[in-house]
């Protein structure tokens, strides 16, 4: 069993592009839409300690989970 994290987007490619690019993931494209996706634990690792203390709410919440 592994943690993964993944952000789809059905028409603006240009805002995952830039998301994959700060994240370091790549743009995968599927048949209705493209996203990026990650099981690596050391980009899941980057992505927990990018997001630490700069979401609010609920989102906070389950990042931190």
């Known amino acids: 069993m592994t943690h993964g994290f993944e952000i ?12 994959g690019f700060i994240l370091g993931m790549i743009v995968v494209k599927k048949k209705t839409y493209f996203s990026v996706v990650s099981t690596n634990s050391k980009t899941i690792n980057d992505i927990i300690l990018y997001y630490y203390s700069t979401m609010k ?9």
């Not at 709410?57 to 989970?65: A, D, F, V």
């Open 8 to 19: 789809t987007q059905k028409l603006d490619k240009i805002v995952l592009t830039s998301i």
């Open 57 to 65: 709410g609920m989102k906070s919440l389950e990042y931190r989970i």
